[in-house]
Structure formats: structure tokens, C-alpha cells
T-cell receptor
């Protein structure tokens, strides 16, 4: 079974600085998708960024970018110019041949003013 | 609708009672998922629907949990004889069958079993 590991239960960053959240996964599949979701206190999960495994180019969405290392099975999220509104739980997720999304345990990000 | 809608937003019940949680997916989304999130934890997969059938119900924790979906739309998650360990936020998500099939989540139903 696929597993997703987020080794940082909590992280903090100063406003306007850059922070990187780590994620590793375990799979024997070659074709899959990876996602980062944000969950603010309102509880609603919001998609931040996604990556198709067959694409070598790292995905970027405005201040959010990923470092996808397929051989190392690593998928880290970089948040540049951090803002107070970025404070939330961040979940890394994997989707392979089965339809379900497998989530990591999450990283709580605090942004300090 | 514009987004995934879940009700009730919050439910407090006594141990041993049955509860029903409802999910109304985005119109046209054929896939629907239920996840459970205990306090401070990640998301735990419960069940997945494609149309009205459930090809993967491997995450249902016990036979007290059941779910159904009708009309390729609304889904109901039922928990019978609730226990305190059932206390959690129950999240519903839907996706289309096209493209990357991103999941869109509702705001969840917080269940507290006293």
C-alpha cells in the first residue's frame, strides 16, 4: 500500500520569508499524481498545487512551488514571500491507480508577523 | 451547486445513538469520497463512490458504518450505535472523471459523541 510521510509536525516562518515543507512517499507505481492541500481553521481543504509524476518540470502556482524528485520519492512544497494567510495545516497527498487519495499526517505552519 | 455541501456542520450526540451525515457534491461530479479526520490527525479514507456504486469501501472501520449514494448525487454516511471514538470531523469530497480528477472538499461535519 502507498504511504505518505510528512516528517515535520510543525514549522514556523517569518512573514515575507521562504519556507519548505517536506513530503516523501512510498509506491511501486510509475504513474501517479501528487498534491499539496491547505487546511485553514475553517476546516475546508483547499488544493494548493499538483504534480503529475510523468512531468519532469516542477509545478508552480504563484508563490507556491514544488521540488519533485521522482527517484527519491520526494515532493516538497516551497512557499515564498510567506503571508499571514498562509498559516494552516498542509497535507501532502498521493493518488495512484486506485481512486483514493492517500494523505500524510500534515504539517502545521505558523507565520510570524 | 457551487461547491461540496455537507450537513450538519456540527452534531453532538449521546453514545449509542445513530447519526446520519449528508454530502451534496458538485453537480456533475461522478466520484464521491468520505474521509474521517480525528483531532490533530491526517485524513483517513473511509469509502469511495463512482456513480451510485462503491468500488472501494475498505476504509469503513466497522459494520456500524455504512454509506449510500443515490441519483449519482447526494450521499449519506450513517454511523450506528455511536461510540466516543467516532468523534471526528467527517469530510466529503467529489471529483469529475476527467483530467487530473482533483478532489474538491466540503467543510466537513464535526461529530461529538458524549
Amino acid at each position: 500500500a502507498q504511504t505518505v510521510t510528512q516528517s515535520q509536525p510543525e514549522m514556523s516562518v517569518q512573514e515575507a520569508e521562504t519556507v519548505t515543507l517536506s513530503c516523501t512517499y512510498d509506491t511501486s507505481e510509475s504513474d501517479y499524481y501528487l498534491f499539496w492541500y491547505k487546511q485553514p481553521p475553517s476546516r475546508q481543504m483547499i488544493l494548493v498545487i499538483r504534480q503529475e509524476a510523468y512531468k519532469q518540470q516542477n509545478a508552480t502556482e504563484n508563490r507556491f512551488s514544488v521540488n519533485f524528485q521522482k527517484a527519491a520519492k520526494s515532493f516538497s512544497l516551497k512557499i515564498s514571500d510567506s503571508q499571514l494567510g498562509d498559516a494552516a495545516m498542509y497535507f501532502c497527498a498521493y493518488r495512484g491507480g486506485s481512486e483514493k487519495l492517500v494523505f500524510g499526517k500534515g504539517t502545521k505552519l505558523t507565520v510570524n508577523p | 451547486g457551487a461547491g461540496v455541501s455537507q450537513s450538519p456542520s456540527n452534531k453532538v450526540t449521546e453514545k449509542g445513538k445513530d447519526v446520519e451525515l449528508r454530502c451534496d457534491p458538485i453537480s456533475g461530479h461522478t466520484a464521491l469520497y468520505w474521509y474521517r479526520q480525528r483531532l490533530g490527525q491526517g485524513l483517513e479514507f473511509l469509502i469511495y463512490f463512482q456513480g451510485n456504486s462503491a468500488p472501494d469501501k475498505s476504509g469503513l472501520p466497522s459494520d456500524r458504518f455504512s454509506a449510500e449514494r443515490t441519483g449519482e448525487s447526494v450521499s449519506t454516511l450513517t454511523i450506528q450505535r455511536t461510540q466516543q471514538e467516532d468523534s471526528a470531523v467527517y469530510l466529503c469530497a467529489s471529483s469529475s472523471r476527467r483530467g487530473i480528477r482533483e478532489l474538491f472538499f466540503g467543510e466537513g461535519s464535526r461529530l461529538t459523541v458524549l
